[in-house]
T-cell receptor
């Protein structure tokens, strides 16, 4: 079966702009989690969506937001981009809540803010 | 704040050597997962350990969960170049996965 698909793979944005990243989970998976990965901070949890509802949120500013659609596809948005937002953004899908079951990760979107 | 510290951060070894990676925390986790991530890819789950003291083997990889469910180790026997990658532990608790700081392993021929 198809894996987790993230689009786009690479993005270059300017400070102050906003960006929307997309994640299509594995068919049948209802949970989508988003993570930010940087060399200095490692993998940091952003938020998790399950059946269109945000179930948990990490310690990120309100500029980071997300949503999930009825087909379980998810988007995350970052507004007013800062240089420090440059990172690999990963989404993971799982059948149910991600923390207690296998999470399948996409290849990520590498965002560069200049 | 839950923290998972991994050691060592970097490891460069020759093919055929053995190695152990440690994942330590002051928090108790309901389960602990180990992932491997290769360049340009997302992490891939290797194993989940649930019970304190549990040992799981995956070919040349041996995973152990500490008795108190606060720490874990990954031992690789006779490392191969294909084992090169970033190894991440992740603890399940408080309704989210908390990832460790990562161990970057390089196995040279």
């Amino acid at each position: 079966k198809a894996g987790v698909t993230q689009t786009p793979r690479y993005l270059i944005k300017t400070r102050g702009q906003q960006v929307t990243l997309s994640c299509s989970p594995i068919s049948g998976h209802r949970s989508v989690s988003w993570y930010q990965q940087t060399p200095g901070q490692g993998l940091q949890f952003l938020f998790e969506y399950f059946s269109e509802t945000q179930r948990n949120k990490g310690n990120f500013p309100g500029r980071f937001s997300g949503r999930q659609f009825s087909n379980s596809r998810s988007e995350m948005n970052v507004s007013t981009l800062e240089l420090g937002d440059s990172a690999l953004y990963l989404c993971a899908s799982s059948l149910v809540q991600s923390y207690d079951t296998e999470a399948f990760f996409g290849q990520g979107t590498r965002l560069t803010v200049v | 704040t839950q923290l998972l510290e991994q050691s060592p951060q970097f490891l460069s070894i020759q093919e055929g050597e053995n190695l152990t990676v440690y994942c330590n925390s002051s928090s108790v986790f309901s389960s602990l997962q180990w992932y491997r991530q290769e360049p340009g890819e997302g992490p891939v789950l290797l194993v989940t350990v649930v019970t304190g003291g549990e040992v799981k083997k995956l070919k040349r990889l041996t995973f152990q969960f500490g008795d108190a469910r606060k720490d874990s180790s990954l031992h690789i026997t006779a490392a191969q170049t294909g084992d090169t990658g970033l190894y991440l532990c992740a603890g399940a608790g408080f309704q989210k996965l908390v990832f460790g700081t990562g161990t970057r392993l390089l196995v040279s021929p």
